[in-house]
């Protein structure tokens, strides 16, 4: 194969890898410091128990996403050594930002959080807590406002080959990042959502239902029916902002071939390359024009209009679909849940409703994978949108070695990713109910006791 095809094929098989876990990381940071807020406001030791059960996944995916994240940066020097080259100068001290004012954040703090509960004061250990959830913010910030300028870029000027930042708020916000940052929060709290309702749901299939499920059933349930509303709205005004810096992205996910108005908004077709069209197309009249133009007879400018210089159609047509279709998903199952809730109480949910949460907790993982392949691939053939082309900074290593490295890279992540969702599995599966505790030690957060320190109730509790 192509040298070059294969290190795009390895960079993306390793941000897809690295993806999954900040996904989760971002929201549940903050969901688990929510957990230990209403633990101390409360006094009810079932939110401990979800605040311990929630924090070791947030430690083991924390733990994978810098284990893979470390892989990234080798890419850049054994594969793409052009890019820092040619843009390292906005590149670097981007990545420079991330590692120095987020990355250690949560490291620093992330040992006060796992371990410093019955060491440190309540205060301190929630201030740990909540400086991590901060971090994983801070951390999404600094790597989307990089790749936000990699697809808008801003505030640069180029000298002798070689970009230079000429302003650096303009680079850091640029066009497209706050859209940007919005929809990457909302989906990394809907992954969080469906990972927390979809976890409560298999426990209480496989009889390994605890004190806390109904309640985190109720807080992933409540998330999602908050959040997707909000990620609908963000990614039409994400759309908007797309159309306007990069129409050719948007013309290869609606499979809009040449300009025209009133074009049909395709539920399903297969797009035909070679010949310039779509086949066996299924679709609404006029409606892209309406969603994207705001105008059911607003003109999109069609693929023609970019000759040579328009990104793959067909990973943009069904990789846009697939992350819509999820999200419709996730909208049927949060909303549908809060009814079947109202009407009949969590303990009489319908067994078929349960599997398909269970079924759904890592949905979140497939609609970020799609959306992101549609961001990434619809740069094509830029690596810089506009200003620096793929093939101009690709090394130039031979196809066998890059394929080897391939193959092993995807030996590892297979066997990680499996082994992480079997610890979930296991640790959703194992049976722990709380310990009777005394009534001093579930004492309300008022009294003394309680609001002085939580070792007692949790040293008791856990014994």
């Known amino acids: ?22 996904t989760i990381t971002i929201a549940l940071g903050w969901v688990v410091l929510f957990m230990l807020w209403r633990w101390r406001r409360t006094g009810e030791s079932a939110w401990v128990a979800a605040y311990q059960f929630w924090t070791k996944v947030f430690a083991l995916s924390f733990a994978l996403g810098v284990v893979s994240g470390v892989t990234m940066s080798f ?19 981007l990545l420079g930002y991330e590692v120095l004012t987020a990355f250690f954040l949560e490291a620093g703090f992330l040992g006060i959080m796992l371990f410093g509960r019955e060491r440190v004061s309540p205060r301190v250990h929630l201030i740990a807590t909540a400086t991590v959830a901060f971090g994983t913010t801070l951390s999404a910030f600094w790597i989307l406002s990089l790749n936000s300028w990699m697809q808008t870029p801003a505030g640069y000027e180029i000298r002798d080959g070689v970009v230079h930042a000429v302003d650096w708020w303009a680079v850091i916000f640029n066009p497209s990042f706050p859209y940007r940052l919005a929809h990457k929060l909302l989906a990394s709290g809907l992954t969080v959502a469906f990972l927390l309702s979809g976890v409560s749901a298999w426990q ?34 994400h759309g908007l902002n797309t159309l306007q810096h990069q129409p050719a992205k948007i013309a290869a996910m609606e499979g809009v071939w040449t300009t025209e ?38 003109e999109i400018r069609g693929l023609d ?10 990973p943009l ?6 992350m819509v279709g999820v999200g419709m998903l996730m909208l049927v199952f949060a909303w549908g849940g809060w009814w079947l809730y109202r009407r009949s109480g969590w303990l009489r949910l319908p067994r078929a409703w349960l599997w398909g949460l269970a079924l759904m907790s890592f949905s979140g993982w497939i609609a970020t994978v799609a959306g992101w392949y549609v961001t990434e691939i619809g740069r094509q053939p830029f690596i810089v949108y506009g200003l620096l082309r793929t093939s101009e900074v690709a090394a130039r290593n031979p196809g066998s070695m890059i394929a080897a490295s391939l193959a092993g890279y995807a030996t590892v992540y297979l066997a990680l990713l499996i082994a992480y969702i079997a610890a979930i599995k296991r640790m959703a599966e194992k049976s722990a109910p709380l310990a009777p505790a005394s009534p001093a030690a579930l004492a309300s957060p008022a009294s003394p006791a309680s609001a002085r320190d939580p070792a007692p109730v949790i040293s008791r509790t856990f014994a």
Do not use: C, Y
């Open 75 to 93: 890419q850049f020097g054994t594969n793409w050594p052009g890019f820092m080259e040619r843009a390292g100068n906005i590149a670097g001290p």
């Open 261 to 298: 108005r009133g074009a049909p908004l395709l539920l399903f077709a297969l797009p035909d390359e070679q010949a310039r069209e779509n086949r066996l197309a299924i679709g609404i009249p006029r409606l892209a024009s309406l969603i994207l133009k705001h105008d059911a007879a607003g």
């Open 1 to 22: 194969m192509d040298p070059l095809i294969l290190a795009r094929m390895q960079f993306a098989l390793n941000i897809t890898f690295h993806i999954l876990f900040p």
């Open 317 to 322: 047509f069904f990789g846009f679909r697939v």
């Open 204 to 237: 209480m299939l496989k009889g390994a239902t605890r004190p806390e499920t109904r309640r985190v059933m109720r807080l992933g349930l409540t998330i999602g029916a908050v959040l997707i509303p909000l990620q609908i709205a963000a990614g039409d005004l």
């Open 305 to 314: 209009a970019f000759e040579g210089a328009h990104p793959p159609v067909k």
